[in-house]
């Protein structure tokens, strides 16, 4: 396996010139190549119209499907092409069946606005949701998930990467339980997609969401739902229109057999060309290469955050991915980002609000997010915890 070539990842990433971008988990850069389709594509329909550009750039935007299969280890038609991952996400499990009794196991990682559609639907439907333990480590705890199931278990949904820990949960584990049940498995792959290899296959889940703005380094606007050939036709999407779904005659619809059945006829045509372009993009350095150098720059900046006083580091579980977060004793999440921001170094604050459970189980009410990417410099990691040591010693 050839390792990635920096220098160049950073010549074609006009974001390095600007900026120590550490904010790869909320929008990464985008690379020339993408943003060159994207500007492309929007050029061509002010010059000869949207329609004629669809046309025009039919492989293109097909392109989306099987750059999306072969990333995904899945079929073309498994695909769906959604504005994000919280609409991805939504659009599997809304359309699943599920009323008094049912039971949802989740995890304490959840996104936030996954938690709010569990409690939305139990309000609705009488389901109910139950929170998996965590294990020592801080990962899911797979031995307590097998515990829980039952036959009124309906539904396993999981992020396999939280949005601001560190922690890698244990997706192909927790596939291996969900598939011995015989239960579906919904995996929020939102951070994971693009930072490292992600096979539906050998996670086991049925249903996946990713967007294109983080890891793949796609355009904001844009995201995807993978949804197993085996359960397209079980799905009902909650909302139809005339993509999803044919008219036949006043009475009668039939809705499509493959993904594109949770999608929308009006999208995002230029997001689309050029998602497909990122994840071709990431093809082309290839996503074990982009995972072991995502992991060894996480590594060290967390090594180096560490050694500092008055620092904590918050991630958990024993396999950690590249997102870094963590407090500095005495002064706010949100004053250490625009601290560093004044050293053109970006990261995010993040508050509870997208990892409520985790964090009331942490005790914390935020944490300072640092997110490293492929294109990322030792250098710029060692600006970075030289800087946090600087706020720590004032
Ligand atoms: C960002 C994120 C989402 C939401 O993605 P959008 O594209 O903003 O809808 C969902 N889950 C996790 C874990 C995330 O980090």
């Not at 280890?73 to 092409?81: S, T």
């Not at 569990?118 to 294990?135: I, S, W």
Request: aromatic share 6%; with cysteine; charged share 25%.
């Amino acid at each position: 396996m050839t390792a990635i070539d920096v220098a160049r990842a950073r010549a074609e990433t006009r974001g390095c010139e600007e900026r120590n971008h550490l904010n790869h988990a909320g929008a990464s850069l985008m690379p020339v190549p993408v943003m060159d389709t994207l500007l492309d594509y929007l050029r061509s329909e002010e010059r000869i119209g949207g329609y004629e550009t669809a046309d025009r750039y039919r492989d293109l935007l097909e392109n989306f499907y099987d750059a999306s299969a072969r990333l995904l280890g899945c079929q073309r038609d498994e695909v769906a092409f959604i504005e994000n991952a919280t609409r991805a996400w939504d659009m599997a499990f809304y359309a699943m069946d599920l009323g008094p009794g049912d039971r949802i196991l989740t995890s304490i990682a959840e996104y936030g606005s996954n938690v709010i559609a569990y409690l939305h639907r139990a309000k609705r439907t009488g389901v109910e949701v139950e929170f998996v333990p965590d294990d020592a480590d801080g990962q899911l705890d797979v031995a307590a998930l097998e515990r829980m199931i039952d036959d009124r278990v309906k539904l396993i949904a999981v992020t396999h990467i939280p949005t601001a820990n560190g922690l890698i949960n244990p997706a192909a584990a927790i596939g291996r339980v969900a598939r011995g049940a015989s239960v579906p498995f919904l995996l929020d792959a939102c951070q994971s997609v693009g930072q490292m290899p992600v096979d539906v296959s050998e996670l086991g889940c049925d249903m996946l969401s990713a967007t294109g703005r983080k890891f793949l380094r796609g355009p904001r606007g844009t995201g995807l739902l993978y949804v197993r050939r085996a359960w397209i036709e079980r799905l009902d999407p909650p909302m139809l229109d005339q993509h999803a779904a044919v008219l036949i005659d006043k009475d009668t619809y039939q809705v499509r057999a493959d993904a594109r059945r949770f999608e929308n006829w009006e999208c995002n045509f230029p997001g689309k060309a050029a998602l497909g372009r990122a994840i071709d993009y990431a093809h082309h350095w290839g996503l074990k290469a982009i995972r072991d150098r995502v992991f060894a720059l996480a590594d060290r900046l967390r090594a180096g955050l560490s050694g500092i006083p008055g620092v904590q580091v918050m991630d958990r579980g024993p396999h950690k991915c590249g997102i870094v977060t963590f407090q500095i004793d005495g002064t706010e999440p949100a004053a250490v980002k625009q601290s560093l921001a004044a050293k053109g170094i970006n990261v995010s604050a993040s508050d509870a609000s997208g990892n409520r459970v985790l964090f009331d189980r942490l005790g914390v009410a935020g944490v300072v997010r640092a997110s490293v990417h492929y294109c990322t410099s030792e250098d710029e990691v060692d600006q970075a915890v030289r800087e946090v040591h600087k706020l720590a010693a004032a």
